[in-house]
């Protein structure tokens, strides 16, 4: 079974193919359709910018097609960044900018006030298929950042229960944990029956 993934961002195909190893598909990106330019995400919530994505690629393809929209909501900055959090900075924006906005705001916020979570919304959709899988980790904002690893906001992001932030984490441990890797892990469960009924 084919399955597209609807981005270009190779941190992202890298991450979610190692979490969605072992199963019996062959994994796409964007990079094989060169035809299918920049989907807008002007949803109000991850949900829709998740779902609208795939919608678009599976017309385009007519493979099933996995989108996934993620943010991080800061608990001092009223949620946001949010549903904003690619773009956080302004039209141009870039990881660095990112960071260097959200620390802005978050100057001279106190430690117990600096908590956040990062949400992920993956949605699969073709041929029949409509399905939206969740995943939450919460943590707190670090006050500069820290370790080379991971991208987005991982240098400012120390998941509960953790000392190091997800850029200091390597892959291996990032991924059994991150917010990307629970949702995928539910997402699994999806594709895996999907599979199932397929080869019967």
């Known amino acids: 079974m084919r399955v597209v993934l609807a981005t ?3 941190h992202k195909v890298e991450e979610i193919r190692d979490i969605l190893a072992g199963l019996d598909i062959e994994l796409l990106s964007l990079d094989s359709f060169p035809e299918i330019t920049e989907i807008e995400e002007d949803g ?3 949900e829709e910018n998740a779902r609208k994505k795939a919608v678009a690629v599976f017309d385009l393809t007519h493979i099933l097609s996995l989108a996934d929209d993620t943010g991080l909501e800061v ?6 960044p949010g549903v904003y959090s690619a773009r956080y900075s302004g039209e141009n924006a870039t990881y660095q900018r990112n960071n260097e906005k959200l620390l802005g705001e978050m100057k001279g916020v106190p430690p117990e006030r600096r908590k956040a979570k990062f949400r992920c919304v993956i949605s699969i959709i073709g041929g029949g298929v409509d399905e939206i899988a969740v995943g939450e980790v919460p ?4 006050e500069s ?3 080379t690893n991971g991208f987005g906001y991982d240098p400012l992001f ?4 953790y000392e190091i932030t997800y850029a200091e984490m390597d892959s291996e441990l990032k991924n059994s944990l991150s917010h990307r890797a629970r949702a995928l892990e539910k997402a699994k469960d999806i594709l895996k029956s999907l599979v199932s009924a397929r080869g019967r």
């Open 8 to 10: 270009h961002n190779r």
């Open 139 to 142: 943590g707190r904002i670090i």
């Open 75 to 80: 608990e001092a900055l009223g949620g946001r």
């Open 158 to 161: 120390v998941p509960d229960g």
């Open 44 to 46: 109000e919530t991850l």
């Open 145 to 147: 950042p820290r370790g």
